[in-house]
């Protein structure tokens, strides 16, 4: 595919449409496009062109044989902007053509584009019983109308957003139904197992009757005839529904309690499966639907159904994007946990120590920092078991948590059996009393222990407290609670120890 057909523009579908040979060039592009007519009479392989091809065509004056040269070849006059109203003929035939040109303005072009028809000559019977539709210049005028009608669609419904879905796509119908001259104007969409379709949006004219409400859920076996032709079509139109043939009774019978007289549904798919489709109903009279309101249709429901797919992507992206972002929190949660007791891991309180560190030495705040061991807890384990040493590190987690639980006060466990806790205390009068309650809290578990002089589980406490500044660090801060909890073991456990640095051992 050529790359100038990559993109193409929707009003070139419009101008295909056109019942008549027409080539359409934007004056500022050096692209030309021939719709499906012009290919035909001019003998074109393609619908995109340039100045060259367009000189390989050759025209006669209407009533010789001799050929026009490029300077007075009336096709390129007017592709160069020229406005011309001239009689030819192909080299070859005797079929006149009258060839016209016009500029026209279309939607969303910063420059005029030229417009040139060609219309074979043809006598007054000939054209009165052709099944094609004689150009006329109305027919233009329509076209490039419905090209604005597209181009306030696409407008309104280009990254709308999820919540404003709804009010733009019934815009799109109401405009369609307008210019359609429709009674009603509506969107279908099926389920995901394609057994029930749902009428979702709707426009309908004054003084007719709506029946969306009751058009919700239906099943493929209420109207089985409709739904055959729609999956194997994409295309559903009747001008007449008297005329249904005996098969489609059901959907006959449906038409007439909506009062509908013609009909005409286009499906909108993606990647060949239907998502649903967008019909117009006549109900005031009948109409003999025309190819290009097949086309028009079919543009008005790919610009709808691509927007509901685009919506629903967006909404599914958001949904799973969410979902990660939860599930990465999680992730983090448990990689900040430790596994056993369920309070943060060593990886936790490591980070949370240099943020408070620098939190306090900015606002020029104490932090209080704890180092709790278990007493004997090795011999406690080879005793009593591992499974009674797991449960008496949860019972000690627990404790600590429920007394260290206000803002700002973190209970980590530091090592096998060693706990870690920050404090945003004043003095060192608070870090004793608070060093006495997690120890004193411990001894009330009366957790047995036969290898502590208690008899009971315990534990020992360094702790030191700081007003840190720049040059502070976690080392040093943490070595200042294991020197007072080395004390506080040699001081014979189950007591507590703050770091006086006047005091260390030798």
């Known amino acids: 595919m050529p790359a100038e057909q990559q993109d193409t523009p929707h009003y070139w579908a419009i101008i295909d449409a056109l019942p008549v040979a027409v080539l359409l060039k934007d004056t500022a592009k050096p692209q030309i496009y021939a719709n499906q007519q ?27 044989e001799e050929l026009l040269s490029l300077v007075q070849n009336p096709l ?51 054209i009165r019983d052709s099944q094609r539709s004689v150009y006329d210049e109305n027919e233009l005028e329509e076209a490039l109308a419905f090209d604005k009608l597209m181009s306030l669609i696409s407008a309104e419904l280009i990254n709308v957003q999820p919540e404003q879905l709804d009010i733009h796509i019934e815009d799109a119908l109401s405009a369609l139904g307008e210019f359609c001259h429709a009674d009603r104007s509506y969107v279908f969409l099926f389920s995901d197992d394609m057994q029930t379709m749902s009428n979702t949006h709707e426009w309908v004219r004054d003084g007719i009757a709506s029946h969306k409400a009751n058009l919700q859920q239906v099943p493929e076996a ?58 117009c109903d006549m109900v005031a009279r009948k109409r003999a639907w025309t190819a290009s309101d097949i086309r028009r249709l079919k543009l008005v429901g790919n610009m709808i159904g691509n927007t509901i797919q685009n919506v629903n992507y967006r909404l599914s992206l958001k949904q799973m994007q969410q979902e990660l972002m939860q599930a990465n929190l999680e992730l983090q949660e448990l990689a900040s946990r430790d596994g056993l007791t369920g309070i943060a891991n060593r ?25 709790a061991d278990i007493d004997h807890f090795k011999q406690y384990n080879d005793s009593y078991g591992h499974l009674a040493g797991d449960d008496a590190l949860k019972q000690v987690a627990k404790t600590l948590s429920q007394t260290l639980k206000r803002q700002g006060e973190l209970v980590a466990r530091y090592g096998g059996e060693e706990f870690a806790m920050l404090v945003p205390v004043s003095n060192a009068e608070e870090l004793t009393q608070l060093a006495e309650t997690l120890r004193t809290g411990i001894e009330q578990l009366h957790q047995e222990d036969q290898f502590s002089p208690a008899q009971r589980l315990t534990i020992s406490i360094g702790a030191t407290l700081v007003k840190p500044d720049k040059t502070t660090n976690t080392s040093e801060l943490i070595r200042q609670a294991d020197t007072a909890l080395y004390q506080a073991k040699a001081q014979g456990r189950n007591c507590f120890c703050i770091f006086q640095p006047d005091n260390q051992p030798g």
């Open 347 to 371: 990886r936790q309180f490591d980070t949370l120590l240099q943020h408070e560190l620098q939190r306090c030495a900015r606002y020029q705040l104490p932090l209080g920092l704890l180092l």
């Open 222 to 279: 209420a109207l089985p005839y409709f739904w055959r032709v729609m999956q194997s079509d994409f295309i559903f139109a009747v001008r007449d529904v008297a005329l249904l043939p005996d098969e489609a009774n059901a959907e006959q019978q449906e038409f007439e309690r909506e009062d509908i007289q013609s009909v005409l549904c286009s499906a909108m798919t993606n990647q060949d499966k239907l998502l649903g489709f967008v019909g």
């Open 76 to 126: 390129l006059l007017a592709l160069s902007g020229s406005v011309v109203h001239q009689q030819v003929r192909l080299a070859g035939s005797k079929q006149r053509l009258q060839l016209s040109s016009q500029l026209v303005q279309l939607s969303f072009t910063l420059s005029n584009s030229v417009l040139v028809a060609l219309i074979p000559e043809q006598g007054k019977d000939a």
């Open 38 to 64: 012009a290919r035909r009479l001019l003998g074109l392989p393609e619908p995109v062109l340039n100045l060259s091809d367009i000189r390989l065509i050759e025209l006669t004056e209407p009533d010789s």
